[in-house]
Every structure is written in C-alpha cells, then in structure tokens.
C-alpha cells in the first residue's frame, strides 16, 4: 500500500536556527497538508497546499513558517528561526481529492534546545 | 472558534467488551467526519469514514447525528490490540483541514 515518508524521524535544532522537514506524499495524491502535536495535545492543523500554492494556514502558521514543493515528488516545511515552543511532532498528510481522507506519515519529531 | 470534543478517558475495559465512544463538534457546517486512531507517538491512522446513515466494518460500527452535532464510535468484542487513543476528525474549510478532538484513550486488558 502506497504511504507517505518523512524524514528526518528526529530532528534536534538549537534555538534560532532554520530546520527543513521533508514529506514524500503518496504519488498521485494532489493535497498536501502539514499537521503539529505537542506532546500531549490535540494534533493541529498548521497548512494545506494544492496546485503549488498555499490553500489555507492556521494561526499557528506565521511569517517564521513556509513551505514548498520543490519538484514532483517532494512537499517541505522549514521554519526560519526555531523557539523552543516549535518542539513537537510535525505530521505531513495528503489525498488524492478535497472529498478524500488524509493519509499521514509517520511525522517527525522536532526538539528544539 | 472550531472545536471537537470527546471524553479522555481513558476506557479500561477487558477483552470481548463492547465499548462506545462519542464525540461532539461546533460547527454545524461541517460535511465530512472521520475516526482516526493513534498509538503512542505514532501517526493518526484512519479508522473509518462516518455517513450520515451511519456504517460499520466489522466490529466497528459509526453513527452520526447532525442535529445533536454528535459522532459517535462503537467496538465490539474489544481485542488486545484495539489499546489505542481514538480521534474525532471533522473536515474543514475550502480545502478539507481537519480539526481533531484530543483523543479517548482505550486499554483492553487480557
């Protein structure tokens, strides 16, 4: 059954820094999704993106978050300067239509020290 | 503000129980719903689509209740290996973001 990768599986960044996290979404799927979980919280959405560009973002998702599709395979997220409240699990999904469930990988947990 | 709320638990029940979950959301707009579950530190793995006449696959039954804004998740015959925190997902806007509840934590003991 086709799944969605990520890498890296753990990630450990100092405060301030750039991180890059990346998804491989299932290959005919055309939503992509990035989706947050602090340890112990609700998963939240943070972005959908659909025919390259930005469908819509939370609150959460501010100036110090972006993402990208750089080719047809890959879906990345970077925030720019890393606070030590960005530490958490960051799960990427997609689907093959608006109608459709999500299917998420197996995320990547993010420390930030 | 959007939100979906379930009980935490956690629901200790032993195995062939019958055990029922329920879960409430605030937007009365919303068309699509979901049962997620999820494992410790693992990704939410979906479990099922809800239907406004409801549905079961196998020994999971759901059922939808627009009007009380009320999603509801029935197992029976609980095994060991359902242990696992189930998740509320409703779909939302243009684009189909999901809000999730935070979870009710099943155990199913021996």
């Known amino acids: 059954e086709p799944e969605v990768t990520q890498t890296p599986s753990h990630q450990v960044t100092q405060m301030g820094q750039e991180v890059i996290l990346r998804c491989v979404p299932i290959?005919?799927?055309?939503?992509f999704y990035w989706y947050r979980q602090i340890l112990g919280q609700k998963v939240e959405f943070l972005v959908s993106?659909?025919?390259?560009?930005?469908?819509?973002k939370s609150e959460i998702f501010d100036d110090q978050f972006s993402v990208e599709r750089p080719d047809g395979s890959n879906f990345t997220l970077k925030i720019r300067s890393t606070k030590l409240e960005d530490s958490a699990m960051y799960f990427c999904?997609?689907?093959?239509?608006?109608?459709?469930?999500?299917?998420f990988g197996d995320g990547t947990r993010l420390s930030i020290l | 503000r959007k939100e979906v709320e379930q009980d935490p638990g956690p629901f200790n029940v032993p195995e062939g129980a019958t055990v029922a979950f329920n879960c409430t959301y605030s937007?009365?707009?919303?068309?699509?719903f979901f049962w997620y579950r999820q494992d410790c530190r693992k990704e939410p793995k979906l479990l099922m689509s809800?239907?406004?006449s409801g549905n079961e696959d196998g020994r999971f039954t759901a059922q939808l209740n627009r009007a009380s804004q009320y999603i509801s998740l029935l197992i029976r015959d609980s095994k060991l290996s359902d242990s696992a925190t189930y998740l509320c997902?409703?779909?939302?806007?243009?684009?189909?973001?999901?809000?999730f509840g935070k979870g009710t934590k099943l155990s199913v003991k021996p």
């Open positions: 290959s005919n799927h055309l939503y």
């Open positions: 999904a997609s689907s093959d239509s608006f109608n459709q469930p999500q299917h």
């Open positions: 997902v409703v779909k939302e806007g243009s684009q189909g973001n999901l809000i």
């Open positions: 809800v239907y406004s």
């Open positions: 937007n009365s707009a919303s068309q699509s």
């Open positions: 993106f659909y025919n390259n560009e930005i469908s819509e």
